[in-house]
């Protein structure tokens, strides 16, 4: 599903300013000790709990431990207790959050998170948000679009953008992918469109400029029984050019990319049924990096 580039949904903005390299967002597991595959333990001494017993208390009670770290917040970044502006610090435990609380407010017309740090995590966790937006259903719809643009971008940018958008959303490019003049599907068919950014990268960061690179995965097109235009995933990499404006990052221009994707797996499709009960019954969240 294309946001940017040359077929007319994107900014301005090319997206190829050079940088120093970010590090995508990613989880790490525990890592184990002991070899799995090894002969059992001989059973404790009768009348004293196994060391096995005594392992999964430990492990419980550190689970207890780190659940009620994660639920205290705060604007600590990690463990230690100090505070990263950059977005940078990776010192941390392998199942423990970390960074800033994200955001402190969220628009109640359209949804969009706001008010995101004035730092190169900010501007990272405020580039997310605005990909997951840019690539919903909501942008098909000319009154939803319109209340979405002034949201992400600058006041400068909106007015343009909202023209260009207008006429790549027009009643004959929708048509063309089974949905009417106010991005509605037929009857009996569900449109699908929605981003997942899976990492963010900081190209240019100058305080109160910022180009942030998003790659992100999604599933797009329309659900239902003799589709012409069945959902599939796509996998592209946004990137904003950001700016700093009333407290908050805005958008002045965005441009997407094709990939990294990786190889396709041999699981079998799910029906449309299936793909338009997932969308209707799983919410979306607010995205930090």
């Known amino acids: 599903m294309s946001l940017g580039g040359d077929d007319g949904y994107g900014g301005d903005y090319d997206g190829r300013e050079a940088g120093p390299e970010g590090h995508l967002t990613r989880t790490r597991l525990p890592e184990g000790d002991g070899d799995p595959y090894g002969p059992a333990r001989?059973?404790?001494?009768?009348?004293?709990?196994?060391?096995?017993?005594?392992?999964?208390?430990?492990?419980?009670?550190?689970?207890?431990?780190?659940?009620?770290?994660?639920?205290?917040?705060?604007?600590?970044?990690?463990?230690?207790?100090?505070?990263?502006?950059?977005?940078?610090?990776?010192?941390?435990?392998?199942?423990?959050?970390?960074?800033?609380?994200?955001?402190?407010?969220?628009?109640?017309?359209?949804?969009?998170?706001?008010?995101?740090?004035?730092?190169?995590?900010?501007?990272?966790?405020?580039?997310?948000?605005?990909?997951?937006?840019?690539?919903?259903?909501?942008?098909?719809?000319?009154?939803?679009?319109?209340?979405?643009?002034?949201?992400?971008f600058t006041s400068a940018a909106a007015?343009?953008?909202?023209?260009?958008?207008?006429?790549?959303?027009?009643?004959?490019?929708?048509?063309?992918?089974?949905?009417?003049?106010?991005?509605?599907?037929?009857?009996?068919?569900?449109?699908?469109?929605?981003?997942?950014?899976l990492g963010t990268k900081i190209g240019k960061f100058a305080g109160t400029t910022a180009t942030v690179e998003v790659w992100c995965t999604g599933v797009f097109g329309t659900a239902g029984e003799g589709s012409k235009n069945p959902v599939t995933n796509d996998w592209f990499t946004l990137t904003l050019k950001l700016r700093w404006v009333n407290n908050d990052w805005k958008a002045e221009g965005y441009s997407q990319k094709d990939g990294p994707a990786p190889v396709n797996s041999d699981r079998t499709a799910s029906t449309a049924d299936e793909i338009a009960k997932a969308v209707e019954q799983y919410g979306g969240f607010t995205y930090a990096r």
């Open 159 to 197: 007015g343009p953008l909202q023209t260009k958008l207008d006429k790549a959303y027009s009643a004959a490019s929708l048509e063309k992918i089974g949905l009417d003049a106010n991005g509605k599907a037929a009857n009996g068919m569900t449109y699908v469109s929605r981003t997942a950014p």
């Open 42 to 152: 001989r059973p404790g001494r009768t009348g004293r709990p196994s060391r096995n017993l005594v392992t999964v208390v430990g492990v419980v009670v550190l689970l207890i431990a780190a659940i009620a770290f994660a639920n205290r917040g705060g604007g600590k970044d990690n463990a230690s207790g100090s505070t990263d502006t950059s977005g940078t610090n990776t010192e941390s435990h392998p199942t423990a959050p970390t960074g800033r609380r994200p955001v402190e407010g969220k628009n109640t017309t359209t949804g969009i998170a706001s008010g995101f740090a004035k730092s190169q995590q900010g501007a990272q966790s405020a580039a997310a948000n605005y990909a997951v937006a840019l690539g919903s259903a909501d942008m098909f719809n000319r009154e939803r679009r319109h209340r979405i643009v002034p949201q992400i």
